[in-house]
């Protein structure tokens, strides 16, 4: 059964800071490692897509990799800016593949100005 | 492509009345998700259905929830007889394919259910 952890639970760093928001998964037989941003009150928008074949997507300030073999993958942002505060969720499909997806309860990124 | 939408964004419902939760895939995708995310929890899987068929509804709680994707029209969730423990915010995905590498999931804003 597929489990998904996310730390930290909670991030507060000053503006123009790199950061790094973890995440691991316990099964890796995956097929895809989904990222998403959710703002408070607000849906969720997909940030960035990592195939089980690929071992990094970027986007931008983005960039997450994926290591199946430890079960672990990571989103770095580059020069945080105020508007990227939310809560990011990672997401791993199960390995059923149905495109199900099993959530990480996420991190809450504040940056300050 | 105006996305996959869901309608009500807001229900407040009273206990022991029915709630019904809309969503409308984006277009082309013929792939529906259910998840529910209760106060201060993470998503969790509800349902997985394409057209016409409910391919997998271990997330489900086995009364009262129950879910459709009619061959024409948006997919429903319905909760009968809700209980204040069902207030939580609903959100349905869509895809193009059941699962597979690279089949990326696109989320509506929800639906946030409020039971008094």
């Known amino acids: 059964k597929q489990e998904v952890t996310q730390i930290p639970a909670a991030l507060s760093v000053p503006e123009g800071e790199n950061l790094v928001l973890n995440c691991s998964f316990t099964?890796?037989?995956?097929?895809?490692l989904q990222w998403f941003r959710q703002d408070p009150g607000k849906g969720l928008t997909s940030l960035l897509l990592?195939?089980?074949?690929?071992r990094e997507q970027t986007s931008g300030r983005l960039n997450a990799s994926l290591d199946k073999s430890s079960g672990r993958s990571t989103l770095y942002i580059a020069a945080s800016q105020p508007g990227d505060s939310a809560t990011y969720l990672c997401a791993a499909s199960g390995s059923s593949n149905t495109g199900k997806l099993i959530f990480g309860q996420g991190t809450t990124l504040q940056v300050k100005p | 492509n105006a996305g996959v939408m869901q309608n009500p964004r807001h229900l407040v419902r009273r206990r022991g009345q029915e709630a019904r939760l809309r969503c409308s895939p984006m277009k082309g995708h013929s792939h529906v998700y259910w998840y529910r995310q209760l106060p201060e929890e993470g998503l969790k899987f509800m349902v997985y259905l394409q057209k016409e068929n409910i391919i997998d509804e271990s997330g489900m709680p086995k009364e009262r929830f129950s879910a459709e994707f009619p061959k024409e029209g948006p997919s429903i969730l319905r909760i009968q007889q809700v209980v204040r423990g069902d207030s939580a915010a609903y959100f349905c995905a869509s895809s193009p394919k059941s699962g597979g590498e690279g089949t990326e999931a696109f989320f509506g804003q929800g639906t946030r259910l409020t039971v008094v």
């Open positions: 099964d890796s037989a995956i097929y895809n």
């Open positions: 990592i195939q089980s074949s690929q």
